[in-house]
């Protein structure tokens, strides 16, 4: 864990109760005895070494243009207006053309071409590795969400950031493993951050921007000293009760989640307060002192929470209702994007910065492209046949593009990465083979890419 | 080169240029007409083709264009134009009227723009064309000819794709005369072989398919891929999962000319490597020939013949062998146990040498019976009774007592409503609700409470609509009850190709699991790995389910309910139906009268337009009042049958878009395979239902009476309950399984007479207490030497704070407050999405299929999406802030206090009445001093805090319940 804050271990939490004299004597020694059960959650050694610890994921909703942000086609633009029909599952659609919203340039050392939606994360490129031929599977929001999270289109199964709590837990006992900080209610609901058949451990925990960022994390009580009674109050009984018992390892476990939650009301509080955080910091982010809404809080957020150990981060941009989906209007990618690009930007140097960028991999999704032929007035429609994504951080070859797509942006013409494709590189990345993190369930084993999937040694450092 | 390869390229030549010669043969057909079936009338080959305005030609399908596709071989414009035009769908009829009577010869041009579809072509709706493939993009065909003979002068031509299929037709020709067709090849395999064709096989085909395609298709081919041999006439007529692959005559049509080319990407063959040009004209040549092929040995029939399943193997796996009568086990210590049932646990036990534990005490009995049976605490007084009932039958009192509680169904039913994935949503992409689905969780919850025998719960289930009844009540009742199939999940946005074959596969999914306890949708796609399930297995229940009429619940581009069944006794079911399309019509007839007169308003003005207006508002609020008039009956969400019964088409793969042989409807074959009758015209539920509830099913039995067992020890006997299958595990106690499932069987399928079993039992009654010994030896408890302690699931938890609240709401659950039909514009941008609080039991939560219950998903709550055999038990720090921070505990902890402080005057008394509630004991004498010692230092905390003083002693109290809320004492019961 990379740190630069202050921490303090569960037992010094619990000797400051001692402290403060409200927990009944007799039950201290108790609580700093070694735990009995075996923590769900404790690390666990990968498949492999591998550079990056950590994860931050994140997805923008609606679907992103392609080509009017990362996919430079320069025939599109000299196209524009030809009708013709296009393939990539839009079978049988005549389409006017429509020439991309914004002029690319080249950006960082390595030239990767970015549109000027995104003149701050341009700057970053020599730390991105672009991927230009990503392919889903479906040209719904709900299916191509649910896909990109799970692996599967229809079925619910358990979210990315579950497996990999599985495969690695997390080193911050005190913090959930996953943690999915959304503002709305993106496509397919909480299933994009459900652990599923998998244990309840793993599941995302949600993070709303706001007043109380985790449900129930305020303590109710108005004073702190009357919950420390009652705690020990019960942890006394607790005691009694698993003595009289023989030591039950699952009765231990859940006493030990009262001391944990009772901790996290300050130690995750502590996260979410970025009272401490710099001008230049915040600066960094886009934001204003205080400010809670737009992009730049859950970036900052994530980063304080990856460098307190949380294993997987994830980042929802928009919801199921304000998002990317631009049908109507392309130009109103404008206001999206200027929510996303500074601070996913200063995420990335901040990141970079504090050295974290080197065991931390971001990866930035969405859930498909959009048409090269006109929706609606100067919208775009759905288009799963391909569209862009890319990683950045450890393990990733930086300042480089993989994958092409042709004149138009409508197919993938070279190098196709299927999302499985994209998650058992994830995986890897992180070193654990794909084909290996699996779960028992119903009779099956189930994995991540389902029966699918290849790493793409060409995205890897 | 020999003779008869010069003969072939002088006839290629031709054809590669279909219709190249205008000259007419003595022999030749004679052309009668032509149709461009989107497009003017044009000229080609010399010939007059119709426009698709020609007199008497009726064509059903889109029209598309795209002028701009490169057709691939490259043809003269006039043909390009007629082709790149045309009629497309996955399904597209052309009728030809104003015929000759006499037969005539039918030629069809189809073409592909972009992805390669598969088609079946009809003439006269007899296939002629099967599942061939169109090729990539730019493809074209001229297939045939077939002949055909107007009916009434008309020939019929169609087309038809798997479901959302789009095949383009182009062009159909229609020839009279016996004789041959300039440019076209009698489309059929040569079967009479002459010496050449032999010689040409064996020099030319033979040795490039066996250096070639044998590796992958082949009856000797490590494994077989696509479904395809190509080492057997057979084979080669048949073809692979991806349809027929030659064309004879027709290279160019011909998927394994296309795959040897390397002309599509996704179809080249072999992969890797292609083969040398000289070999592919060969094989074109071949083709061209009419693929003689002089081999007789039948791979094929061979290949099927050897089924990869070994069934006698398969039989012999524990669970598909009959119930065995097992004799009563001899036992050491013969005065402990009470029935056969300890006799099976003990003589375990003493064969690994480990003794039962203790009983438990009757106060840890009594609270472990009362969560068992309703999920909730017992009450004071019910401790009270049973401790001072000295009899011999005080706990077969209690337990008698307890199933005859109402409160036992809500418990009960809520496991099988576990196992059924039971949702008040629909779970497609907005999640639609269905207010009428908690019939069917009432069905379930009163099915347990009248101990309604297992063998007719099964039955109503799956063909409550096709049972007879004695009374409407019933007939009603087993309506609802076929809500386990309509409950099957929706998926996705789309109506007209709505994936059904999703929902099909979870009601075959959900039915293998929860009644047989197999996972027979493995089979979908291929053989089940581990079980002998075929794949074919899976299609002879899917045509069960395909003939039937599942209630569409509404979703994103159809925002209404239809297809529901109206609640009534059969004989008025026709009548309601057409009460029900009668109510649609004429809400149709005032919607649409109310938009003649909205495009009206146009063009008027003044005072015309002021009284057109009202006129609207008139007509706008005639369709509210006529909307928001309620049927005369409620609808339930049930099946019916489907307009007709159908067997079902294997999908190759699990793909709808490649059918496969169809299989007739029947029960899975390692269970007897019993047939649906053939005169049987019903959908069959009711055949399968049978099947399901035979007491000789093997399986049945043993898989609910293992679901019983578990929800009594935390355990089954077999611990996958709903894999019973080589996957699952096999049953600790194989005998004593076999012993409930006949007992249960015997009962008349009583499920209370098992609980009765169990309950009654020493084993059930042992105390919770392990020794040393049993956990060393026997660490998971298998052995059953002692209880097993349990976690409150996460509806006991909240149910017993709502008892020890004293404010659990006990009226009938009634409709969720559910936003009314009219306004449901759910879409998966703004799904529907809500939680409603209620003071009512858990069973009775809305529960969503997208979004999970915030507190069910943080208690491990069931799966609303998927069966869930047994809970999981997971401990979180999620979990301890709700019981520290949610208000919910805070809001209970005030009743709760409010009850304690007005049950005793004094301190001590209010302490027991709290534990006596909350723990189901008294409290000893140094918890009443532990507890006492907290209140005051609580009330010192509050005061300094400047809490009210009338408020002090009220929230003191409170305090001491939410510690005593999250005790481990609380939670688990012993």
Redesign the interface.
Known sequence: MNTRLPHFSRREVIRSLVGSSLLLPGLVSNLLAEDVAPDPLSPKQPHFPAKAKRVIFIFSNGGVSHMDTFDHKPKLFAADGKTMGIGGGLSNQQRRLLKPGWEFKPGGKCGTMVSDLFPHLRDCMDDVCLIKSMKSDDNEHYQATLGIHTGSFFFSRPSIGSWISYGLGTVNQNLPSFVAISAGSPYAGTQIFNNDFLPAYHQGVRVVPGKEPIANLDRRTKQSSVQELELGLAGALNQRHLQARGQDSELAARIRTFETAFYMQTEAREVFDLGKESDDTLALYGMKRGQTEGFGWPCLVARRLVERGVRFVELVDGSSSHNWDQHGDMAEHAKHAKNLDQPVAGLLKDLKKRGMLEDTLVVWTTEFGRTPGVDGDKGRGHHSACYSSWLAGAGVKAGTSYGSTDDIGAAVAENRVHVHDFHATILHLLGMDHEKLTFRHGGRDYRLTDVHGNVVQALLA | MNRSRLALLGLSACLLAPGFSSRVLAADAVFLRALNLNGPALEIDGRKWEGSNAAKLVVSG?V?E?Q??ALKPTTDPARARMIRSSV?GSKVDVSVGGLPSAECQIVVYVWE???TEQFDLLVNDKPVVEKLHSGA?GSWKRLGPWRATPVDGTVKVSARTPSHG?VNLSGIEIWTGEGTIPGVTSAAFVTELTADHAAFFESKVRPVLVEHCYECHSSTAKKLKGGLMLDSRAGIIKGGDNGQVILPGQPESSMLIQSVRHADPDLAMPPKKKIPDLAIADLEAWVRMGAPDPRTENTVAAAASKSAIDWNKGRQWWSFRSLAKPSSPVVKQTRWPVSDLDRFVLARLEKEGLKPAADAEKRVLIRRATFDLTGLPPTPAEIDAFLADKSSKAFTKVVDRLLASPHYGERWGRHWLDVVRYADTAGD?S?FPIPQMRRYRDWVIHAFNRDLPYDQFIREQLAGDLLPSDNADDAKERLVATGYIANARR????VDDY?QH?TIEDTIDNLG?AFLGL?VS?ARCHDHK?DPIPTADYYALYGFFQSTRYPWPGIELEQKQRDLVPLVEPARRTEANSAIKAHDTEKRRLEKETQKLKDSLKDKTGDEKKSVEAKIADAEKAVKEFTAKPLPFELAYAVAEAGKAVNAAIQIKGDPAKPGDVVGRRFLTILGGQELAPDDQTSGRLHLANRLSDPANPLTARVMANRIWLHHFGKGLVP?P??F?K??KTPTHPELLDWLANRFIESGWSIKDLHRTIMLSRTYQLA???S?EA?TRDPNNELLSSFP?R?LDAESLRDAMLVLGGNMDTTPAGAHPFPPQSEWKFT????F?AVYDSKRRSVYLMTQR???H?YL??F?GA?P???TPVR????????????????FV?GQSREFANRIVASAKDEPGRIQFAYRSALGRAAERT?IE??RS?LR??RV??A??R?ALDQLEAEAWQ??V???L????F??VD
């Not at chain 2, 998926?491 to 789309?494: A, K, L, P, Q, W």
């Not at chain 2, 999250?966 to 004492?969: D, I, K, P, T, V």
Request: proline residues 5%; hydrophobic residues 30%.
């Open positions: 889109k598309f795209n701009a596709v497309w723009d972009n992805h993009g789009a992409n999640d998926f996705g946005s789309r994936p999703l699991r996972t493995c581990f996958t709903n894999d299958g996957q699952g919770g207490v392990r040393e956990t302690r976690r998966q941008h703004n799904p999405k997208i979004q999970r915030p998903a943080i491990d799966d999406s998927a069966s999981t038990t997971s401990t979180t720090p999620l979990q301890a802030l709700f019981l520290l921070n949610d208000p805070h918890e532990q507890c907290f230092n609580a905390q509050l300094e805090s809490t305090s001491m939410r510690a005593l999250r005790l481990n004492e939670v688990y």
